[in-house]
């Protein structure tokens, strides 16, 4: 069964920097799983982030944009040739590792009879992973458009002010209808410390659900993250690290 965890926020919040702490837990505690990297978001930074210059999108595809590798192959029904399109635009991060850029997306009533066809090549995708991570647009509608996949975790990352965690409660509202109740929580990113106490008080007022705090460091360690992140995991709705 696929174990799926979903970044949301506003840009510039960091979901990009826990989506790669994420992936180092996960291969770190489960090192022979597949895991599926989606990039959702429409600045494709975590593309980037991996010297990713991504041209060859799941939009490009449903655009008729897409330059594949190689010829396409005669006799296709519409469903198979968008099975056989999106492995070609499958990027291989290392031997458990693929990652898949989205792009825009587009409205669940558009009449493209590609756009159903898709979400259901997707979910399919999707099944073959043990684990996938979505680095997401500003709330879960964005990924909603894509693919409608059950989110194991639902994280709004958030940086440790007030005026942004005001912005998480409204990312929360917009997102409720597309998660598990119960398992949409934020992750307070950049924290310092002497200004938690303001932070808690809105946090309880505005009835958020705290997963946990990252501190602000001066250069990104994605190991240092990801041991943060192992130290909330029991709390999240995946598969349970084993203790020695």
């Known amino acids: 069964m696929t174990s799926t965890i979903a970044l949301i926020g506003k840009s510039g919040s960091g979901k990009t920097t826990i989506a790669k702490a994420f992936l180092n837990l996960i291969k770190k505690n489960f090192p022979n799983s597949s895991i599926l990297l989606v990039d959702n978001d429409l600045s494709l930074e975590l593309s980037e982030s991996f010297g ?20 396409i192959p005669e006799g296709m029904s519409k469903q198979e040739f968008i099975e056989w399109a999106l492995e070609d635009i499958i990027v291989e991060i290392d031997d458990n590792v693929d990652m898949i850029a989205s792009w825009f997306v587009t409205p669940k009533d558009c009449k493209c009879i590609s756009t159903n066809l898709m979400r259901e090549s997707l979910s399919k995708l999707i099944d073959r992973y043990d684990f996938v991570i979505f680095d997401c647009e500003f709330d879960l509608k964005y990924l909603n458009l894509l693919v409608d996949y059950p989110i194991n975790e639902a994280i709004i990352v958030s940086p440790c002010n007030e005026s942004e965690i005001v912005l998480s409660s409204k990312i929360a509202d917009f997102s409720k209808k597309y998660a598990t109740e119960g398992q ?15 932070v808690m008080d809105l946090l309880n007022t505005l009835e958020l659900d705290l997963l946990g705090m990252i501190d602000e460091y001066d250069e990104i360690d994605y190991d240092v993250i990801a041991n943060k992140l192992e130290a909330l995991y029991p709390r999240m709705n995946l598969p349970q690290i084993e203790m020695n």
């Open 52 to 71: 990713i210059k991504t041209r060859n999108t799941i939009y490009g595809i449903k655009s008729g944009k897409h330059e594949y590798k190689t010829g």
């Open 184 to 198: 949409l929580r934020i992750l307070l990113n950049k924290v310092k410390k002497e200004k938690m106490s303001s």
